[in-house]
């Protein structure tokens, strides 16, 4: 049952009696209106009114206002302006740019700027290399989206999709210190795309794809992968992969079952769903079958794209055919990346024992983890309101930390499984439970574990 949240957090900004029982009335009403209160702050007192600012979560913009019908619906209260905080966050945008270097007066302009920059250009000029070295090329990512597939809202164009690429890039400055820009394309055409992130590239030293619409995104990122001389990182596959790939690997200590000997059903197969297979094949499972909303991939399946073909090639090693529901029966995981309430409590039963359930469509996952909760040992989710938040946050920081550090100019399925690792192994054997397989995404210990085996794997692919 979806509980009020600080998605939908308001501020209510309204006059009250001076009385005894203002209070309890207001916050009764809040609670017969389903909201719940976070603030209640006294601004202004008068003789004959007092001013309040009554904060509150609610699960919705119409519960929202629902609240606040019913607060005026009280004898003597005004409702002067209801501010939503979300909205409050974002004016004038969530990340600014900063000099690293004091500009106080001429001899700091001198070394800063004119004359005495000129040095450092032409120092670039003779090795190129340098550019890593002196300027913001050494810590910078570039956070790139054309707007098509924006988190759970489809394809709502660049402009729409700037306020999460903003998210993005003050997370990787939270998380690991990583400079990044959002940059949103004003165009779907795969080939200005691919030109466009290769023009802008010299200034960056990673660039983060995000929000692109599969299978659009596989050539994005393979061609610009073949063109570039840094890492591109595509978060929408391989962030998810890296941190569905940590959780299963401690859901499994808890269980008790060795990947190997295990079916593991993947629902789901566009960009998430892709990278999550492709790494777990790199870990030898029993078998893996992947669905997606024509059914079970199999290799008779036909009007398959390039992507679909290659997953199936790799996977069901059966060939079985049918729908999820077929696919569900006698497997251990279900790592689910699709559409929400596709399955019940009815269809985990016919899992095996001990089964492992990621449910991780936002906002509503494929089952309500409290039906999956009847029959699985394990659950886990992509939101924040119940155990095990599969989240990319707990990845993509620290990844780019450490390819920054390595100077790295490629990235490999070598170093997306230590990032894994690293996230897996930040929970300790005393820690790991059910309820704990993957580290809070506020553990400050997670970026820097995931930046140094990065590294390290970067370093060793040097030689």
């Given at each position: 049952?979806?509980?009020?949240?600080?998605?939908y957090?308001?501020?209510?900004?309204?006059?009250?009696?001076?009385?005894?029982s203002?209070?309890g009335?207001?916050?009764?009403?809040?609670?017969?209106?389903?909201?719940?209160?976070?603030?209640?702050?006294?601004?202004?007192?008068?003789?004959?009114?007092?001013?309040?600012?009554?904060?509150?979560?609610?699960?919705?913009a119409?519960?929202?206002?629902?609240?606040?019908d019913?607060l005026?619906?009280?004898?003597?209260?005004?409702?002067?302006?209801?501010?939503?905080?979300?909205?409050?966050v974002?004016?004038?945008?969530k990340?600014?740019?900063?000099?690293?270097?004091?500009?106080?007066?001429?001899?700091?302009?001198?070394?800063?700027?004119?004359?005495?920059?000129?040095?450092?250009?032409?120092?670039?000029?003779?090795?190129?290399?340098?550019?890593?070295?002196?300027t913001?090329?050494?810590?910078?990512?570039?956070?790139v989206?054309?707007?098509?597939?924006?988190?759970?809202?489809g394809?709502?164009?660049?402009?729409?999709?700037?306020?999460?690429?903003?998210?993005?890039?003050?997370?990787?400055?939270k998380?690991?210190?990583?400079?990044?820009?959002?940059?949103?394309?004003?165009?779907?055409?795969?080939?200005?795309?691919?030109?466009?992130?290769?023009?802008?590239?010299?200034?960056?030293?990673?660039?983060?794809?995000?929000?692109?619409?599969?299978p659009?995104?596989?050539?994005?990122?393979?061609?610009?992968?073949?063109?570039?001389?840094?890492?591109?990182?595509?978060d929408?596959?391989?962030g998810?992969?890296?941190?569905?790939?940590?959780?299963?690997?401690?859901?499994?200590?808890?269980?008790?079952?060795?990947?190997?000997?295990?079916?593991?059903?993947?629902?789901?197969?566009?960009?998430?769903?892709?990278?999550?297979?492709?790494?777990?094949?790199?870990?030898?499972?029993?078998?893996?079958?992947?669905?997606?909303?024509?059914?079970?991939?199999?290799?008779?399946?036909?009007?398959?794209?390039?992507?679909?073909?290659?997953?199936?090639?790799?996977?069901?090693?059966k060939?079985?055919?049918?729908?999820?529901?077929?696919?569900?029966?006698?497997?251990?995981?279900?790592?689910?990346?699709?559409?929400?309430?596709?399955?019940?409590?009815?269809?985990?039963?016919?899992?095996?024992?001990d089964?492992?359930?990621?449910?991780?469509?936002?906002?509503?996952?494929?089952?309500?983890?409290?039906?999956?909760?009847?029959?699985?040992?394990?659950?886990?989710?992509?939101?924040?309101?119940?155990?095990?938040?599969?989240?990319?946050?707990?990845?993509?920081?620290?990844?780019?930390?450490?390819?920054?550090?390595?100077?790295?100019?490629?990235?490999?399925?070598?170093?997306?499984?230590?990032?894994?690792?690293?996230?897996?192994?930040?929970?300790?054997?005393?820690?790991?439970?059910?309820?704990?397989?993957v580290?809070?995404?506020?553990?400050?210990?997670?970026?820097?574990?995931?930046?140094?085996?990065?590294?390290?794997?970067?370093?060793?692919?040097?030689?």
């Open positions: 049952m979806p509980v009020p949240g600080p998605g957090s308001i501020t209510v900004r309204l006059e009250a009696p001076p009385s005894a203002a209070a009335d207001l916050t009764g009403a809040v609670g017969r209106a389903g909201g719940v209160i976070t603030a209640f702050d006294v601004v202004e007192s008068h003789g004959d009114r007092v001013v309040i600012d009554l904060t509150c979560n609610a699960l919705s119409n519960h929202a206002k629902d609240i606040t019913t005026e619906t009280l004898p003597g209260v005004v409702v002067r302006k209801v501010s939503d905080r979300t909205f409050l974002h004016l004038g945008g990340i600014e740019v900063t000099s690293k270097v004091p500009l106080r007066n001429r001899d700091d302009l001198s070394r800063a700027y004119t004359p005495g920059v000129a040095r450092i250009c032409q120092a670039i000029a003779e090795n190129p290399e340098d550019a890593r070295r002196l913001i090329k050494r810590n910078t990512v570039a956070v989206t054309d707007g098509s597939a924006v988190l759970g809202l394809n709502i164009g660049p402009a729409a999709a700037l306020p999460v690429m903003e998210g993005k890039a003050a997370l990787f400055k998380f690991a210190g990583v400079d990044a820009w959002p940059i949103c394309l004003d165009t779907q055409d795969t080939e200005e795309i691919i030109r466009t992130v290769q023009i802008l590239a010299p200034v960056y030293g990673g660039i983060n794809l995000e929000d692109i619409a599969a659009r995104c596989f050539e994005i990122e393979a061609r610009l992968r073949e063109l570039l001389d840094i890492p591109v990182f595509h929408d596959q391989h998810t992969a890296i941190v569905v790939v940590a959780a299963l690997r401690n859901a499994l200590r808890v269980v008790g079952k060795d990947i190997r000997d295990c079916k593991l059903v993947v629902c789901g197969a566009g960009a998430a769903g892709s990278a999550i297979i492709r790494l777990l094949l790199q870990q030898t499972p029993g078998d893996v079958i992947a669905v997606d909303v024509d059914g079970i991939v199999h290799r008779d399946r036909e009007n398959m794209d390039s992507n679909l073909k290659s997953i199936a090639e790799r996977t069901n090693k060939n079985a055919k049918g729908r999820l529901h077929d696919a569900l029966v006698e497997a251990d995981v279900f790592i689910g990346v699709s559409a929400p309430n596709l399955f019940g409590a009815a269809q985990v039963a016919t899992m095996n024992s089964a492992i359930v990621f449910a991780l469509a936002n906002p509503d996952p494929e089952i309500d983890p409290m039906e999956a909760q009847q029959h699985a040992a394990v659950v886990a989710t992509g939101r924040s309101d119940f155990p095990n938040q599969i989240n990319n946050v707990l990845a993509f920081p620290g990844v780019f930390r450490g390819l920054l550090d390595a100077h790295a100019r490629t990235i490999t399925d070598a170093m997306l499984l230590a990032a894994a690792n690293a996230i897996a192994d930040v929970v300790t054997p005393d820690q790991l439970n059910a309820s704990f397989i580290p809070s995404v506020f553990d400050a210990t997670v970026a820097g574990a995931v930046a140094e085996a990065v590294r390290k794997q970067a370093a060793a692919a040097k030689g």
